[in-house]
């Protein structure tokens, strides 16, 4: 309640209610793009038979249900990050980067709850 004072703490159960708010969040999204996507996959088709052979693809619907197939995978993703910080959150290692041991920062676990490494490791990893 008397929160007026800029918290430099973050609680493991504060955490984990943030990783519980993104868990709804995401959910949703991923239920409202599945819908978006079965509805596109029932009115995109025409003649369903015959093998495409890559030939349709003027048919805008079958670029944007790869769009969201594509949303999909990473909504997936980050369910699977939930997931993981919220095992991670049962342990006394919630707030210590998994590649350092370092810590990851309370501003950057609270912004980012999914975070499992500090800014510097994050920064080293490339893709
Ligand atoms: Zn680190």
């Given amino acids: 309640m008397a929160d007026t004072a ?3 703490k ?3 159960a504060k955490h984990r209610s943030n990783l519980e708010a993104l868990r709804d969040d995401v959910t949703e999204r991923l239920a409202r793009l599945e819908v978006a996507y079965d509805e596109l996959a029932t009115t995109g088709d025409d003649v ?3 093998d495409d052979e890559g030939g349709s ?3 805008g619907a079958a ?3 790869d769009r969201i197939r ?3 995978a990473e909504e997936q993703l980050t ?3 939930i997931t993981a910080a919220e095992e991670r959150s049962q342990t006394r290692g919630w707030q210590q980067c998994v590649v350092c041991d370092g810590p990851i920062g309370v501003e950057r676990l609270d912004a980012l ?3 499992d490494r500090c800014v510097t490791c994050k920064a080293r990893q490339s893709w």
């Fill in 63 to 65: 670029v944007e249900r």
């Fill in 57 to 59: 693809e003027g048919d």
């Fill in 10 to 12: 973050l609680t493991v």
């Fill in 70 to 72: 594509s949303l999909i």
């Fill in 113 to 115: 709850p999914t975070a």
């Fill in 79 to 81: 369910l699977e990050a």
């Fill in 48 to 50: 369903g038979a015959g």
């Fill in 6 to 8: 800029k918290t430099a």
